[in-house]
């Protein structure tokens, strides 16, 4: 029997989130496959989830399991690896490997992300990674081609149990664009830049919003984090820069369809953003947008000998826009055009082997 993992519940608004919604819709589809929900906010159904899952997969053999790497911390809560309890947690993922098969759905890297976005808990995701790393019998489907080869190499893993599944993009269905005219404005001779994705501190927004402060053409923001934006707009004065927001997947890509290109200002000095292949480049691509990036190792990889995206050192960004034309860019769009499909769900998730 084959059995999906579902752990999460309530708005979708970025990557990470993105990612599980679209396996989850993609499982749903599929009658050969069980999906257990095991989301909740109550303690007590989190408990009752945990202790049905040990005892029901304890008693059965050579089932099918599928499950994202979060979904760990929903059956066993962090508080449990920290008071001496993750022997026996990952004591019982090892034997359960071994009573069935287990996949692991693996979007990012918990400790190289904690690491370079300089958030806390690095080192508690450091142990973990090497103790679950270290149960060889688990299958692996990894979110980029450099984030498999970083963690087979690191841990040694066996490469027929890694997979690449590749961040994709929903469909952009018809709309009438009037209702999103009001929100964009009309500036035809502009061009409009769009950045969809969490706007925390740390993923180089403070750098971008300064790069078009120097410049005419627009600037749009939209995600979650971004309260802090509207009161620096405010302060340095810029107006050619606009925060619109936080929106479910769906609006947000018939928003940024409207726009010209999408931007990924990402630190290409950090390893975690050249292993990952950010959710935002099919994203772009699904809306229609060729894409102005850093040089990211693996997303310059994925489009290569695709003339969809501008790969720059972010110093030299300013130069760019400043010499950026519509003519130019519609090149650019007519080829993104041409590749669009490939980086939808529907054909990402085709490569799915479960």
Known sequence: MKYYLKHFSGAVSEGGAVRNQAFYRHFQKRSDVKIIDISSTTIFHRIFHTLWFIIYFKRRQNDQIYFHLGAIFVLFPTFLF?????????????????????????NDLPFEQSRDLETPDSSFYQLFQDKLFDLKDIKYDFASNRMRDYAQK???????????????????????????????????????????GSLNKGRQIEHLIRIFAQSTHQLFLLGPDGEWIQEALAHKGVHNVSYLGVFDDSTALQISSLCDIGVIPYDDSRLYYNICYPTKVSFYLSAGLPILCTRLEETQSVLAHKNLARFLPIDHWTNFIAASNKEEISVLQKEVLLYRDQFYWSSILSGLNF
Do not use: W
């Open 154 to 196: 690191k841990y040694h893993l066996n490469p027929q149990n890694c997979a690449v599944l590749l961040n994709g993009s929903d469909i952009l269905m018809e709309f009438d664009p009037v209702v999103y005219e009001s929100m964009l404005g009309r500036q035809a001779e502009k061009l409009k830049y769009v950045y969809v």
């Open 82 to 106: 920290r008071t001496g309890l993750s022997r026996l947690i990952f004591r019982f993922l090892d034997r359960l490997s071994k009573q069935h098969t287990l996949q692991i759905e693996v």
